[in-house]
């Protein structure tokens, strides 16, 4: 079945072309999640929060990206998942775990290393950024979204989308050249 079918189907109430949909989403939905909030577990959450207000809501989805609709749902569970972090803020047992995995056999341990720390720079300097440039940078350098869906699922103007876009990079630029991590 095709997307727009098992969109009709699941509109019907047949949980099993949901469960396709949400087969083929749940990595980006997930990806966008993880990036937004920078924790696994409430990114999980946020991840499942977003299908199963999908799955609610599939009603109200009218023909278009289905992508977009759904991204969007889950940047509005990241935010809720945001207000909830500030007003009970928790850390993570696994992110003060000691072993680190072990690198990958195409990787020297010395690329490996400088790997990690710019990625761990790169996830700092987006943490960084305000929500709306963050949210922009994340959609448009890592989902890999086009102009036009980031606009359905920022819910603003193609003009505002591509100046959070720009000004994100460019802050996330100055801060990775501030960490003497990209070049000047």
Same mark, same amino acid.
């Given at each position: 079945?095709?997307?727009?079918?098992?969109?009709?189907?699941?509109?019907?109430?047949?949980?099993?072309?949901?469960?396709?949909?949400?087969?083929?989403?749940?990595?980006?939905?997930?990806?966008?999640?993880?990036?937004?909030?920078?924790?696994?577990?409430?990114?999980?959450?946020?991840?499942?929060?977003?299908?199963?207000?999908?799955?609610?809501?599939?009603?109200?989805?009218?023909?278009?990206?289905?992508?977009?609709?759904?991204?969007?749902?889950?940047?509005?569970?990241?935010?809720?998942?945001?207000?909830?972090?500030?007003?009970?803020?928790?850390?993570?047992?696994?992110?003060?775990?000691?072993?680190?995995?072990?690198?990958? $056999?195409?990787? &020297?341990?010395?690329?490996?290393? /400088? %790997?990690?720390? *710019?990625?761990? =720079?790169?996830?700092?300097?987006?943490?960084?950024?305000?929500?709306?440039?963050?949210?922009?940078?994340?959609?448009?350098?890592?989902?890999?979204?086009?102009?036009?869906?980031?606009?359905?699922?920022?819910?603003?103007?193609?003009?505002?989308?591509? $100046?959070?876009? &720009?000004?994100?990079?460019?802050? /996330? %630029?100055?801060? *990775?050249?501030? =960490?003497?991590?990209?070049?000047?």
């Amino acid at each position: 079945m095709d997307e727009n079918e098992l969109i009709r189907h699941s509109k019907e109430g047949h949980l099993e072309s949901f469960n396709k949909l949400v087969e083929v989403y749940q990595k980006q939905v997930y990806n966008l999640a993880l990036r937004m909030l920078n924790d696994s577990q409430a990114a999980e959450d946020a991840s499942q929060d977003a299908f199963f207000s999908a799955w609610r809501r599939i009603d109200s989805f009218r023909a278009g990206n289905f992508r977009a609709w759904l991204l969007r749902i889950t940047t509005n569970a990241c935010c809720d998942q945001l207000r909830m972090l500030k007003r009970h803020p928790t850390t993570s047992l696994d992110n003060l775990s000691l072993d680190p995995e072990s690198p990958p $056999s195409s990787d &020297s341990p010395e690329e490996y290393a /400088l %790997r990690l720390e *710019l990625g761990e =720079q790169i996830k700092k300097g987006l943490a960084g950024l305000p929500s709306d440039q963050k949210l922009a940078v994340i959609l448009h350098d890592i989902q890999g979204l086009n102009y036009e869906e980031m606009v359905q699922v920022m819910g603003c103007s193609l003009g505002t989308v591509k $100046s959070r876009l &720009s000004r994100g990079r460019i802050r /996330l %630029r100055d801060y *990775l050249r501030q =960490q003497g991590t990209f070049p000047s």
